[in-house]
């Protein structure tokens, strides 16, 4: 299910929630404040580009049992689509999947990785960044934290791993 609606599920407060992938929401529909991280709180950084121009679009097939044929839809630009091998069982289902599959593909267009110096218990997965201090395409990039981890050693420090918010 996460697949098909590009969405993450998870267990709060003793509730299931499945929420959109990039959702800088709360559960509750509150906008999640962004926090900003600066050049000078981190040890090491890692920013990739991947190839935005690989695909254009999404194309997902499904089964139209009327005229028993196969049948295709589109999300994106018809150029350079990526095709999904899927078949779905329906149009809106076909769609949700190629729409599910094109949100993916735009967010992870680049990532952003920073190990910081001390870490900070209020970063989570879901809240949204600002970058201060890198070069500008770093810096005017709307991020997303997609994944934390928390060390203590002999210190207290964190690894932050972001990719492009598109909400």
Do not use: C
Request: proline share 5%.
């Amino acid at each position: 299910m996460g697949e098909r609606f590009d969405a993450i599920a998870t267990v709060k407060a003793g509730y299931l929630l499945f929420i959109p992938a990039g959702q800088v929401t709360t559960a509750g529909g509150l906008a999640i404040p962004p926090v900003r991280l600066s050049r000078q709180g981190g040890d090491r950084h890692r920013y990739i580009i991947n190839d935005r121009d690989a695909f254009s679009g999404v194309i997902a097939y499904w089964h139209d049992i009327n005229t028993a044929e196969r049948q295709r839809v589109l999300v994106g630009s018809d150029q350079k689509p990526k095709r999904l091998r899927e078949m779905s069982t329906s149009e809106k289902e076909a769609r949700e999947t190629a729409r599910a599959e094109w949100n993916h593909i735009r967010r992870a267009g680049a990532s952003f990785t920073l190990e910081l110096a001390e870490g900070r218990p209020d970063l989570y997965p879901g809240k949204p960044v600002i970058a201060n201090g890198w070069k500008a395409e770093i810096d005017n990039t709307p991020w997303i934290i997609t994944q934390v981890t928390h060390s203590i050693q002999s210190t207290y420090t964190a690894s932050v791993q972001m990719e492009v918010n598109l909400g």
